[in-house]
Structures are given as structure tokens and as C-alpha cells.
């Protein structure tokens, strides 16, 4: 089994900058991925960003310019990196981890996700 848990959340003004961590835990075998989604009232869940296990990465539109992901594969961490923040920023934001898990004779690949951070973007 595989934990996934964020952390970093919180309440900022527009203009400001928050960091957002993400660390998976239990039987990791490797992490193909790691990823940042976010979810706000009334609307479907979207990719903001994700990094690879080769560090390659992608954004979204709206991430680009202003979000850096980025990863420590020695702590199975990812972070998120927010600037310029903006109200419509505001959502819960969870993380994603593309796991392979190794049961000793087999190894699965499975997504994992967090339970979410909110992140609020007021003056």
C-alpha cells in the first residue's frame, strides 16, 4: 500500500507565493510520475502540472510562467512552487503518484492520490 500526502496549503493574497509538497510513502518500488491537480467549486478536476522520473515536465496554460514543479527522488517528494498567485488559483489542489510496487515475484503500477490541500488566493 501506498500513502500520498500534501502539505503547504493555506491563504495568501493575489500576488503572493505558496509552496506546496508532496510526499508518497510505503512499498515503492520507483515513482513513474508525480503530478498536480486542482479541483474548485462547481468545476471538474484539471492538471496543473507534472514531472517525470526523468525530470521532464509539462503545465498547464494557466501554470505556465508562474508554477514550478519539481522533485526530490531521494524523499519520494514533489513540489509545487506558486507565483504571482491569483484569485482564480483558488482550489484544493491534490497530488499524484504514478507508483510501481514490487510484491516480491510481480510489480504493479498504480495511481495514488492525496487527500487534498486548499489553497485560497483573497485580499
Known amino acids: 500500500q501506498v500513502q500520498v500526502v500534501e502539505s503547504g496549503g493555506g491563504l495568501v493574497q493575489p500576488g503572493g507565493s505558496l509552496r506546496l509538497s508532496c510526499t508518497a510513502s510505503?512499498?515503492?518500488?520507483?515513482?513513474?510520475?508525480m503530478s498536480w491537480y486542482r479541483q474548485a467549486p462547481g468545476k471538474q478536476r484539471e492538471l496543473v502540472a507534472i514531472?517525470?522520473?526523468?525530470?521532464?515536465?509539462n503545465y498547464a496554460d494557466s501554470a505556465k510562467g508562474r508554477f514550478t514543479i519539481s522533485r526530490d527522488n531521494s524523499k519520494n517528494t514533489a513540489y509545487l512552487l506558486m507565483n504571482s498567485l491569483k484569485p482564480e488559483d483558488t482550489a484544493v489542489y491534490f497530488c499524484?503518484?504514478?507508483?510501481?510496487?514490487?510484491?516480491?515475484?510481480?510489480?504493479?503500477?498504480?495511481?495514488?492520490w492525496g487527500q487534498g490541500t486548499q489553497v485560497t488566493v483573497s485580499s
Open positions: 510505503g512499498n515503492i518500488f520507483s515513482i513513474k510520475s
Open positions: 499524484n503518484a504514478e507508483v510501481i510496487s514490487d510484491l516480491g515475484h510481480i510489480k504493479y503500477e498504480f495511481d495514488y
Open positions: 514531472i517525470f522520473s526523468g525530470s521532464m515536465t
